[in-house]
């Protein structure tokens, strides 16, 4: 379970994180995120489970395996950070193993986690010496 101070709750809250952050899409669901350091308070964190996923037995099961996957994860993430997590019609036939994969890969394309810093929205990519991008692209 959340706590209370680390979960979205106001449509108005989700709408934001959603159209002014970045965002990472893998296989089974898509991340949003959006580092809001005013206030800095803890990292915050939403689901978005539609009935494209599946009945409300199979949404609210998704939603509980992402919640867990989400709060084992929340004390990597940089403070005043919101995330928006929005499972794809996959995600539910996913085990939990394979959600995790995909919420640890998308957070990676986000530059969040330990050691990394949040991407800020309209920020220019990482590029190398030879002015190619982190996946070997030219720019």
């Given at each position: 379970m959340l706590p209370a101070a680390a979960r979205l709750r106001r449509s108005e809250d989700f709408r934001v994180v959603m159209r002014?952050?970045?965002?990472?899409?893998?296989?089974?669901l898509v991340v949003h995120a959006l580092n809001t350091a005013n206030p800095p308070g803890p990292?915050?964190?939403?689901?978005?489970?539609?009935?494209a996923v599946g009945n409300s037995v199979v949404r609210h099961r998704v939603t509980r395996r992402l919640r867990h996957l989400v709060?084992?994860?929340?004390?990597?993430?940089?403070?005043?950070?919101?995330?928006?997590?929005?499972?794809?019609p996959p995600a539910a036939t996913a085990t939990s193993m394979e959600l995790g994969s995909d919420l640890d890969a998308a957070f990676r394309r986000l530059g969040l986690g330990p050691g990394h810093r949040p991407v800020r929205p309209?920020?220019?990519r990482a590029t190398t010496a030879r002015g190619d991008d982190d996946n070997g692209s030219a720019v």
């Amino acid at each position: 379970m959340l706590p209370a101070a680390a979960r979205l709750r106001r449509s108005e809250d989700f709408r934001v994180v959603m159209r002014k952050g970045s965002r990472a899409g893998r296989r089974r669901l898509v991340v949003h995120a959006l580092n809001t350091a005013n206030p800095p308070g803890p990292a915050r964190a939403g689901f978005v489970v539609s009935k494209a996923v599946g009945n409300s037995v199979v949404r609210h099961r998704v939603t509980r395996r992402l919640r867990h996957l989400v709060a084992a994860r929340l004390g990597t993430l940089p403070p005043g950070s919101s995330l928006v997590i929005r499972a794809l019609p996959p995600a539910a036939t996913a085990t939990s193993m394979e959600l995790g994969s995909d919420l640890d890969a998308a957070f990676r394309r986000l530059g969040l986690g330990p050691g990394h810093r949040p991407v800020r929205p309209g920020a220019p990519r990482a590029t190398t010496a030879r002015g190619d991008d982190d996946n070997g692209s030219a720019v």
